[in-house]
């Protein structure tokens, strides 16, 4: 079992979902919707590339904001 940071953010009338650590990205109408879309986007990924090249230790992202003038 291996855990992956995803990333999701409202664009318009979708949902975009990202994984930094494999370059993955899905879509979907909802929440629930791109979970499962990214979930299996994750799951091609590992099926075709394996995880060979990807560290073991989770990455643990730091969101912040940033205001610009």
Same mark, same amino acid.
């Given at each position: 079992? $291996?855990?992956? #940071?995803? #990333? =999701? ?7 975009? @979902? $990202? ?5 993955? &990205? ?5 929440? #629930?919707?791109?979970? @499962?879309? =990214? $979930?299996? @986007? ?14 073991? &230790? ?9 205001? =610009? @003038?």
């Amino acid at each position: 079992m $291996r855990s992956f #940071a995803v #990333a =999701i953010v409202p664009e318009g009338d979708f949902f975009i @979902a $990202r994984c930094p650590e494999l370059g993955v &990205t899905s879509q979907g109408k909802t929440i #629930a919707e791109v979970e @499962a879309n =990214i $979930r299996e @986007a994750i799951e091609l990924y590992v099926e075709s590339f394996g995880l060979d090249d990807v560290p073991e &230790t989770p990455v643990k992202p730091l969101w912040t904001t940033v205001e =610009i @003038a």
